[in-house]
């Protein structure tokens, strides 16, 4: 309890204190904390997230199609004036970059796999695999797949899948 209110209390301290603009990322977190967020925060992630939920919500089912997203946040950004001084083939998050690419139905049906793989985690009470793929999540909202970490993730998808181990050989047909 003592870390949480720690936490919280460092929270609002970011929150209500005159932080200056020179004070870089805790500047931009305390912006963010008080709803001002910018397009440059966070590397532009914030403004390339702005610019996926725009193309999102110009094309909700079937996205912009896979490996099309630089072009149509390219023509997204002109359109509307908006500058980012980056160029970005992605979105910098998993689950916006499957919305974008490929519809809200496929990121639907992706956050429903998750759920039912951690919830079979939860059933069988081995809660190493679930913490597993809660981090791979929770690291995807903030970064694109990377080739390291994701095929481990869904290794790991695969060893929840497949169920509890067994000791008894295979028999061979």
Known sequence: LRTETAALAAAALTALLPIPEDAGG??????????RLQPG????????????IGLIREHPIFGVGPGNFAKAAAGW???RGFLLEQNFDTPHS??????VNSGVPALALFLA???????????RRD??????LLCWLAQGLFTFSVCVISPMAWAVCGMIAS????N???RRL
Request: proline fraction near 4%; hydrophobic fraction near 55%; include cysteine.
């Open 26 to 35: 805790l500047w931009e977190i305390h912006e963010a904390l008080n709803l």
């Open 113 to 123: 796999l998750m759920a039912s793989l951690i919830r079979l985690c939860w059933r």
């Open 168 to 170: 008894e050989p295979r």
């Open 163 to 166: 169920g509890p181990g067994t």
């Open 94 to 99: 998993i689950l916006l970059e499957l919305a």
């Open 77 to 79: 950004m002109t359109e």
């Open 41 to 52: 925060f966070g590397s532009e992630r914030v403004g390339i997230w702005r610019v996926a």
């Open 127 to 132: 809660a190493r695999l679930a913490l597993c």
